[in-house]
T-cell receptor, first 113, second 112 residues
Framework: SQQGEEDPQALSIQEGENATMNCSYK?????LQWYRQNSGRGLVHLIL?????REKHSGRLRVTLDTSKKSSSLLITASRAADTASYFC?????????????FGIGTKLQVIP | EAQVTQNPRYLITVTGKKLTVTCSQN?????MSWYRQDPGLGLRQIYY???????DKGDVPEGYKVSRKEKRNFPLILESPSPNQTSLYFC???????????FGQGTRLTVV
C-alpha cells in the first residue's frame, strides 16, 4: 500500500508567496526525501532528512519531520514561476536486509507570475 | 557527466510481445530500482537491487522481471506485456537505498 501521502494534491499560489506541502506516512522510516518533477520528466532530488532530524534547510527550502506524527512538510519560500512542478515525498524502510522506497502521489504546485 | 540512461524513451508494443527496457548508470551506484508512474497513483516501486545479483520485489512486481548481472545495468523485462502495464517507467540509482536517487528521463510505454 502507498506509504507517503502528500497533501494538498494541488496547490496554486502567486509568485512571491510561500508554498507548504505535507507528507504523511504509516510505518517507521530510516529517512524521508523530497523530490521535484517537471511535467513528465525524471525526478530531481531536493532534500533528505533523517529520522533523527527535525528540521533541515536548503536555500529556499525548509523541511520538517515529526516522527511522532509520522509526517513531514516542505516549505518553499518566496516562490517563483520556475517552482511550478510536482513535488513528491519518498520514505525508506530499511529493515531485515531490504531497503524499500515508497513515493507518495505528489503535490502539483502552480506558481502564477 | 553523472547520469542514468534509459532506453527507449517511447515504446508502443502489442500485447504478449516480450520487451526489455534498459537502464544504465555511470556513477558506480550499488542501489538501482524501477518505478512506474500512473495518474493519481504516484510512483510505485516495481523492483530494486541492492547490488550485483541481489534483487528484490517492490510494491508492484507482478508481470515484470529484472536482472543485475553488472553493477551499471539494471534492465526491466516484460515477458508478456498487457495493456495494464501501459505507464511511464523510471529507473533510478543511488549509493544506497538511504541516499539521494538519480532518475533517468523515463520510458513511456503503451501496450495495445
Amino acid at each position: 500500500s502507498q506509504q507517503g501521502e502528500e497533501d494538498p494534491q494541488a496547490l496554486s499560489i502567486q509568485e512571491g508567496e510561500n508554498a507548504t506541502m505535507n507528507c504523511s506516512y504509516k510505518t517507521s522510516i530510516n529517512n524521508l526525501q523530497w523530490y521535484r518533477q517537471n511535467s513528465g520528466r525524471g525526478l530531481v532530488h531536493l532534500i533528505l532528512i533523517r529520522s533523527n532530524e527535525r528540521e533541515k534547510h536548503s536555500g529556499r527550502l525548509r523541511v520538517t519531520l515529526d516522527t511522532s506524527k509520522k509526517s513531514s512538510s516542505l516549505l518553499i519560500t518566496a516562490s517563483r514561476a520556475a517552482d511550478t512542478a510536482s513535488y513528491f515525498c519518498a520514505t525508506l524502510m530499511n529493515s531485515g536486509g531490504y531497503q524499500k522506497v515508497t513515493f507518495g502521489i505528489g503535490t502539483k504546485l502552480q506558481v502564477i507570475p | 557527466e553523472a547520469q542514468v540512461t534509459q532506453n527507449p524513451r517511447y515504446l508502443i508494443t502489442v500485447t504478449g510481445k516480450k520487451l526489455t527496457v534498459t537502464c544504465s548508470q555511470n556513477m558506480n551506484h550499488e542501489y538501482m530500482s524501477w518505478y512506474r508512474q500512473d495518474p493519481g497513483l504516484g510512483l510505485r516501486q516495481i523492483y530494486y537491487s541492492m547490488n550485483v545479483e541481489v534483487t528484490d520485489k517492490g510494491d508492484v512486481p507482478e508481470g515484470y522481471k529484472v536482472s543485475r548481472k553488472e553493477k551499471r545495468n539494471f534492465p526491466l523485462i516484460l515477458e508478456s506485456p498487457s495493456p495494464n502495464q501501459t505507464s511511464l517507467y523510471f529507473c533510478a540509482s543511488s549509493w544506497r537505498g538511504t541516499t539521494e536517487a538519480f532518475f533517468g528521463q523515463g520510458t513511456r510505454l503503451t501496450v495495445v
